[in-house]
């Protein structure tokens, strides 16, 4: 493993920051979970980084508690990111024992400051009962408010709710929408569930050529 250097080097910011964009990318193309953790891990695997001391690091760096220059958009988005990162690191426990309190609590401090990813993730945590109880109707709040914001996943999680009644009425013709959003977008499950949505004519005419487009792309994608 390459020696890393604990404290706020060039390169353990590269490191850092870079980490930070494969999760926010693979995650806004659909990887959740153990998918999600393997492209993680390849990053790591392939540079010869050590997770434990790389989580370490990152722990250290992240301003979990502290409030960030609100004059600096930039840094403040980085610093935003970067907490959304190490939620995911506590979530799945990478380079550490899975803490679903402390990934709640994470994506919360960045969802707070109205960051659309964060605010996907901590809808993901209400959904599916990650550090805190379920409650599916602060979670399609959560991912409204991420949509509205422009985020992928908030519109793939918001196609879901309304597809599934999850927190709200049912509204096909409102998932339909939402997943054509993502599914433009390169997010793999929306494209799948827009080739179901076809398949099955849900909110659209059932048109088989299309649903396959849509499956084929959501495979070549995920």
Known sequence: MIQIRMGKTDANVRTIK???????????KGERGTKLVLTIKKYLNNRKL?????FKLLAETTPIQRETNPCNNKK???????MCLLGCFYEHGIGTPPNPSMAFRAYKTAADRNDPFAQASLGNCYLDGTGVEINEHAAFLLYKKSSELGNIRGHCNLGHCYLNGFGTNKDINEAVKLFKLAALSGNAVSQYNLGLCYDYGWGVEIDAKTAIHWYKISARNG
Do not use: F, M, Y
């Open 18 to 28: 870079e980490l930070t964009k494969i999760c926010i990318k693979s995650a806004n």
């Open 50 to 54: 050590d997770p434990t001391k790389i």
């Open 76 to 82: 403040v988005q980085e610093s935003l990111q970067q």
